[in-house]
Every structure is written in C-alpha cells, then in structure tokens.
C-alpha cells in the first residue's frame, strides 16, 4: 500500500501541539462516524477532555463540514437535552477504482463507506502493450472522473483510491502487477495523474483490501471478538496470497511485500512457476487449478468433467471421484495454512476471493487436515469471508479513512 499526498501539503515539521489537535478531532470524528459518541456529553466522557475543548473541536468538524448537528437528543436522564451529533453523509466522497484483468470497477463512496455510485469498465489487460499499459490505465482513470462519473466532484472529494493485484516495490518506486496483469505502474506516473485531478492518491493491494473489510465486517458483528485483531485473511482466486492483520491494522512488511504465500515452495520437483521457482502453493491451490485437477480425475473416472468451479461444487459432494480431488486440493491447501500458521502464532483464518463458492464440506475438509496435526495448531477458527463483493472497494476506502485521512494537517 502507498499514500501520495499532493505536494502542496508539504512534508515539513509538524508541532506537537497541531499534533495533538489533530489526534484529538480525529478520534472525535473517528466516535461520531462510528456511531460510538452522538453527543458533546458522550464525547467528554469516552475521550477524558474538557467540554471547552470538545466543543472547539467539534465546531471546527462542523465547519469543515465532516459532521452535522441534528437538534436535541432522545435521554431519559434529567436537564438540558445534548444536541445530536451525526456524520455529514453528504458533504464529502471517495472515488475508489479497483483493477482487475478484466476491466476496471469504479465506486464512489460516502464518508460512511456506502457506495453512491458503481460502474465496471472493461479493459483486457492481455490486449494492451506491455510498455503503455500503465498509461492506458490511467488515462481512462481520468476519462472516468472528469467524463463518466454522474456523482463525481472533485471539490467534494477526499481521496483517490486505487486497488490493484500487485505490490509496491519501495525502492523501484513501481507497483508491480506483472503476475496478475503484465505490466507495472510507475509512481511517477500517478503522481503525474493525481496532478491533473487535483486529488491524492491511496493505492492498496486487493488482498490487503479484502482483509481490511473483513475485519470491519467482524468488528460490526461482534465488536469485543479480539480475534479480529489478528487473523491471517487468504485470498484464493488466480493465485493464492494472505494480508496479515496485526494490532487491528494491516502488516505490510518491511519492504512491503508480506502475504506472499503461494510461492511456498510444497514440491521442489513441481510444477514450473512463473517466479521462477518450481512446486509453489498456487500452482495446484487456485480456482482454476482446482477445476482443472477435477476435471483431469473425472476423465479418469470416466464420468464427465464439470465445466466450470460452480459445478464442481455443486456435484463433488456426491461423485467419489470429484471429492477425492476435492479433497486432495484441501490437503495442500491446508499444507501451506499450516506453514503460515507456525511461522505467524496466529490461529484466525479467513479464506476468500471466490472459494467460498465449494462450501462448507470444503471448508472442514481443511479444517480437519490443518487439525490432524501436531500440537502447535490448537484453537484453529476457520471460515469463509462474509465481507460481501464490495469487500475490495470498501476495504480501500475504511482503512483510508481510519489509518490516513487527517482533518487539520
């Protein structure tokens, strides 16, 4: 992940005191958006700070209009009613593109992270020239905003944001997609193109995304889990990588590479991988390799293959042949699991990014191998993602708004 901050805010010396002021309004706005506080009187209990100074702070959110006040709130306690505070829906957006190999999807999203807008433009990746690529990318970025978008203003706007599958080599400077879309993406060229929109730009990796938004998600269902704090979150669609959530927040690393698990090497003698190695994890554990090692066992069954991942899973619970490769898939799924398990303490995994789609004999099929052996994985929570389609583009915009986004500075 990376944040470009427009040059004219500079990159100088910060004071203590504007520092403590801007972590100040932002945990202010942090409560109201969250639903936590909804009144002045909530505020300077939850925060500890005088009523004077949450007052200023809250006025200026009003200014700024991030937050609106709504009149006297319903209390049974006795005396004045609070003035209700809530977050202003409609003052403020997020312009979030997410890039697959397919097309490009853009949402545009209110400060509470509803999508208000959402279109899919399609772009074959695998028909453009490797060296334009980028820029052909960014052009129709561009074309979007200023052309296609109905809601789009960027006076209104907080942020770009841009999720793609691929990282951030940080001293290329270039955000490298070749494994997913062939090409790279040089930051002086979204530096050109947050230039001409007048926007920053918060670019994210697409599992890192997923995982965010399924953290939120959790969060919402049971706010006290601290589970959610750390979980391995894994994406399993034309390759196979995981985004660890440590403390609450996304660990990208030192180099800002970490989750890279499908070059696990599970056969040195294997099958050829595009990284150069042989026997990588994602090799046999992705969508399309499970298809395809299905569809190779039910030709030796004799019966017919499934066509597609949907009817694979819709007729391996009830043909031996296709659940015994059904199985053999969770077996090395599981392989792996256990590897990022024993090197990361964390026991919470989460598996998405289309598996979901083989259902729950799958699941425990993994859940049972990942059992079966010794006593380091003890307690192991295994589920499916439940963040939603939207999980990519809401993850971008919850983890700017909560990691990022500053008011003051």
Do not use: W
């Amino acid at each position: 992940m990376k944040y470009l901050p427009q040059d004219k805010f500079g990159s100088g010396h910060t004071g203590y005191q504007q520092q403590v002021k801007e972590a100040n309004i932002k945990r202010i706005f942090d409560l109201v958006r969250s639903g936590k506080c909804k009144s002045r009187a909530e505020i300077v209990r939850h925060m500890n700070l005088s009523a004077t100074s949450v007052s200023v702070l809250v006025e200026e959110l009003a200014t700024r209009k991030l937050i609106d006040e709504t009149g006297p709130a319903q209390t049974s306690l006795p005396g004045r009613r609070p003035i209700s505070l809530r977050l202003n829906k409609s003052a403020h957006h997020l312009a979030v593109f997410s890039v697959k190999p397919e097309g490009v999807r853009f949402a545009l999203l209110s400060l509470e992270c509803r999508i208000l807008e959402d279109k899919f433009f399609p772009l074959d990746c695998h028909t453009l020239d490797e060296a334009t690529a980028g820029d052909t990318y960014i052009e129709l970025f561009d074309d979007i905003l200023r052309n296609q978008s109905r809601r789009f203003n960027p006076s209104r706007a907080v942020m770009i944001g841009v999720c793609f599958p691929g990282i951030y080599i940080e001293q290329d400077h270039l955000f490298h997609t070749e494994t997913a879309l062939g090409f790279s993406l040089t930051e002086e060229s979204i530096r050109r193109f947050q230039q001409r929109v007048g926007l920053s730009v918060f670019l994210f990796n697409s599992t890192r995304s997923m995982a965010y938004a399924e953290k939120k998600y959790l969060d919402t269902v049971d706010p006290d889990a601290p589970e959610t704090r750390n979980m391995i979150f894994v994406e399993i669609r034309r390759g196979i990588r995981c985004s660890f959530i440590t403390n609450g927040d996304i660990y990208p690393g030192p180099f800002n590479v970490s989750g890279e698990i499908g070059h696990f090497t599970i056969d040195y003698r294997g099958r050829p991988c595009t990284c150069g190695n042989r026997g990588c994890l994602e090799r046999y554990v992705n969508l399309n390799a499970i298809l395809d090692d299905a569809r190779q066992g039910a030709r030796i069954a004799g019966i017919e293959p499934p066509e597609t991942l949907e009817a694979l899973a819709r007729r391996y619970p009830d043909e031996p042949a296709l659940l015994a490769s059904v199985q053999q898939s969770a077996q090395l799924l599981a392989f792996g699991l256990y590897s990022v398990m024993c090197s990361s303490g964390m026991r919470r995994i989460v598996l998405g990014g289309g598996i979901e789609v083989m259902g729950d004999i799958f699941l425990r099929e993994v859940y049972h191998a990942l059992c079966s052996r010794t006593s380091l994985i003890r307690h192991v929570d295994l589920t499916y993602a439940q963040a939603g389609p939207d999980a990519e583009i809401l993850g971008v915009a919850e983890h700017y708004l909560d990691k990022v986004f500053t008011i003051t500075m």
